[in-house]
C-alpha cells in the first residue's frame, strides 16, 4: 500500500497510537505532519520517523484551542500543498462518577478533546479533503459500545465519536470522501502514566485487562496503524461509514 505523495495529518500523535500511524503512513511514502502538546514526545517521534524517511511536520498545539486548530489544518497545507488524510486520534480519559462534584468539569474536558476538537478539525479540514476526495480515520474505542465504573464522559464521548463518524460519511459521499473509525480494546501505550500512575499501578491496570482478554494478549500501536493503513487505502474503496473493532475479543467477554 503506497501513499507516495499523499498527505497525512496525525493528531494526538506525541506517543502510543498516533506515533505509530504517524510513522507507518510516513514508511509507506506519505508525508506527515504530527499534532500533540508535549514537545519532547513530539520531538522523539519526529527523530524516529526521520531515521527511515523524511522529517514530519511537527506541530505542537493543543486541539482543543480553536486557534490552534486552525493553525494545525492551515500550517499542513501551508507546508504540503494539501491534505488527503486526516486522523482524529487525541483523546483522553476522565475518572468522574455522575454524582461526583466535579462530574462536570471532567464532561466537559473529555467532551471537549475527544469529540469536539475532531468534529471542528474535521469542518476545517472538509475543504482540503473533498479536493483530493480524502479519507477521515476516527480513533474511537470500545467503550464507546459498552460502560465502565467512572467512565461516564469517556464512554459517552466515544459513542458520540463512532456516530459523528456515520452521520457526516454519509454527508461525504457524494463528494467522494470517505470517513471510518476504528475503536481499539486496551493497546499498550504510555496513557496510564500521562494519567500519573506509577510503576505498581500500571502493571496491575495491564495485567487485568489482560485477564479480562478471551485472546489473553494487549494489542500494540502497530497493530491500529495497520489498520488505518487499510482503511486510508484504495484496498477500503468501497468501505465508509464503517466501525472497525481490534480488542482481542473484549467487547465478546463484556
Excluded at 503512513?25 to 522523539?44: P, W
Excluded at 531515521?51 to 486557534?67: G, S, W
Excluded at 488505518?228 to 467487547?251: P, Q, R
Aim: a neutral charge; hydrophobic letters at 45%; proline letters at 2%.
Amino acid at each position: 500500500m503506497s501513499f507516495s505523495n499523499k498527505v497525512v495529518l496525525v493528531t494526538g500523535a506525541s506517543s502510543g497510537i498516533g506515533a505509530a500511524i504517524a510513522l507507518k503512513f510516513a514508511e509507506e511514502g506519505a508525508n506527515v505532519a504530527i499534532v500533540g502538546r508535549k514537545v519532547d514526545k513530539l520531538k522523539n517521534v519526529s527523530e524516529d520517523i526521520a531515521k527511515v524517511v523524511n522529517k514530519p511536520l511537527v506541530i505542537a498545539a493543543d486541539v482543543t484551542k480553536e486557534d490552534d486548530a486552525r493553525r494545525i489544518v492551515n500550517d499542513t497545507v501551508k507546508q504540503f500543498g494539501k491534505l488527503d488524510v486526516l486522523i482524529n486520534n487525541a483523546g483522553v480519559f476522565g475518572d468522574a462518577a455522575i454524582t461526583d462534584a466535579n462530574a462536570l468539569t471532567v464532561f466537559d474536558q473529555v467532551m471537549n478533546t475527544n469529540i469536539r476538537s475532531a468534529v471542528y478539525l474535521t469542518h476545517l479540514a472538509s475543504k482540503h479533503l473533498i479536493e483530493t476526495k480524502g479519507n477521515i480515520i476516527n480513533i474511537s474505542s470500545v467503550a464507546g459500545q459498552m460502560v465502565r465504573e467512572r467512565r461516564f464522559a469517556y464512554c459517552t464521548s466515544k459513542a458520540a465519536l463512532d456516530h459523528f463518524a456515520r452521520a457526516i460519511a454519509l454527508d461525504f459521499a457524494p463528494k467522494g470522501v470517505r470517513v471510518n473509525t476504528i475503536s481499539p480494546g486496551p493497546v499498550k501505550t504510555d496513557i496510564f502514566e500521562n494519567m500519573g500512575a506509577n510503576k505498581e499501578m500500571e502493571k496491575a491496570i495491564w495485567d487485568q485487562f489482560l485477564e479480562r482478554s478471551p485472546l489473553k494478549r494487549i494489542s500494540d500501536p502497530s497493530e491500529i496503524a495497520n489498520l488505518a493503513l487499510f482503511l486510508a487505502s484504495e484496498k477500503a474503496v468501497g468501505i465508509t461509514g464503517s466501525t472497525y473493532v481490534s480488542d482481542n475479543g473484549m467487547l465478546l467477554a463484556h
